[in-house]
């Protein structure tokens, strides 16, 4: 079918792809390649209500499998792309079918670092999240009283964390940096979410780097770390960031550096292909980043569908990000990179405070740690392109709320 969309990818940024397409009228053929075995589904909450048994895998997905014939979407799982022919415009299946299109729309996202088998990483009891089944093979580890190291203390390790304290695993995280989060938050939220995992009984070692894994029978038994004598470990879970997948794109001759270009209409340098997501690095602010949110998937990937229906819309980020960790929810409005001033403000709730970041004076990004209104408050100020005044948000009894009158 000449007028083919084939869209790779069976995760946010490809499903909100071809809902937007289809609540915009627009029925043009469609394809979905997923190398996995279910329809897309939500992925943030594997490592979270998944991993706690909140939620089923049937929960998690978009939609139901009746929707997708419905709507005249073709739905090939279990299935992956193996090359691109661009000039042909068309793509390879692993099972050696050829697919013409109009579209190609790379919705590859990131795929979790791992640990080199040279410091033991190819031990059995080891584990990433990217999917399900990690984490139904993560849970089967997870039983009271054993005890769990997380290797890396950004969000992702923070919430294993939690979610292993949640089961009633013993908890040891170590990070190689000065502090936890330190790429991506400031100093005083780092602290209080420190804070917040001690008191529930997780040991938080900064300054502390893996040396190796040590096994037994071919499994993980302890861990010599930089600081101390080998710790006793029955599971390990990595966060150590993830890679985004763009060896697709890369052995197609697209623009590649450390995910796909792409334009601000997520076009990469081949007009006729698009991608979004976790995979895509995309401008902002006069340079290119690769914005790790389910909010950037859902937004570009729409931005994207009306720019395939015929529009010409510039995708402008607007970044938020959220993490649950015990019954702390953290709220994240902007993109705090190169802050150089930071402003610490109780909430008024017991339990609530807010970080907001500055930078040359002018307000970058928001931290709210159980502060709602906070957080909508400081998205609102970005969207409206105002910085607060400071001497109201050191007022602890100013409403914040007449910042976005």
């Not at 990818?9 to 394809?31: E, N, S």
């Not at 923070?158 to 990070?175: F, K, N, P, Y």
């Not at 609530?352 to 928001?366: I, Q």
Request: with cysteine.
């Amino acid at each position: 079918m000449a007028d083919r969309l084939v869209v790779v990818g069976g995760g946010q940024a490809a499903f909100a792809l071809v809902a937007k397409l289809r609540t915009l009228k627009d029925m043009r053929p469609i394809t979905i390649v997923s190398a996995e075995a279910s329809p897309p589904y939500q992925r943030p909450p594997l490592s979270k209500k998944y991993l706690l048994g909140e939620a089923d895998l049937g929960r998690l997905q978009f939609r139901p499998d009746s929707w997708y014939p419905e709507n005249d979407v073709d739905l090939q799982l279990s299935t992956e792309v193996t090359s691109i022919d661009r000039a042909a415009k068309t793509v390879t299946l692993s099972d050696g079918t050829v697919l013409s299109y109009q579209f190609l729309a790379l919705a590859t996202g990131a795929s979790p670092r791992r640990l080199p088998a040279e410091i033991g990483g190819d031990l059995k009891g080891i584990y990433t999240v990217r999917d399900y089944l990690d984490a139904d093979r993560l849970g089967l580890e997870m039983t009271e009283g054993r005890k769990a190291l997380v290797v890396g203390g950004g969000y992702i390790g923070l919430e294993a964390a939690a979610v292993a304290r949640g089961r009633g695993l013993e908890v040891t995280v170590i990070e190689m940096a000065d502090r936890i989060l330190q790429r991506v938050a400031s100093p005083a939220t780092a602290t209080i979410l420190k804070a917040i995992h001690i008191a529930r009984g997780v040991d938080i070692r900064e300054k502390t780097g893996l040396v190796r894994l040590i096994g037994e029978d071919g499994r993980v038994t302890a861990a010599e770390l930089s600081d101390r004598l080998p710790l006793p470990v029955d599971v390990v879970i990595v966060g150590i960031g993830v890679e985004p997948n763009d060896k697709l794109a890369r052995d197609a001759g697209l623009e590649v550096s450390n995910g796909i270009i792409v334009d601000a209409h997520a076009r990469t340098s081949d007009p006729s292909i698009f991608a979004m997501g976790d995979c895509a690095v995309l401008p902002f602010e006069g340079r290119r980043v690769r914005l790790e949110s389910v909010q950037n998937a859902v937004d570009q990937a729409e931005a994207a569908a009306r720019v395939i229906a015929g529009g010409t819309e510039r995708y402008l980020p607007k970044p938020w990000f959220w993490s649950d960790q015990y019954d702390v929810k953290l709220q994240i409005a902007g993109f705090c990179q190169g802050y150089d001033e930071t402003l610490v403000r109780p909430g008024q709730r017991e339990g609530s405070v807010s970080v907001w970041y500055f930078r040359d004076g002018r307000f970058l990004a928001v931290d709210a740690v159980n502060d709602a209104k906070a957080y909508v408050v400081g998205k609102k100020l970005l969207e409206l392109g105002r910085t607060p005044d400071r001497a109201s948000l050191e007022d602890p009894a100013f409403d914040l709320k007449a910042l976005t009158l």
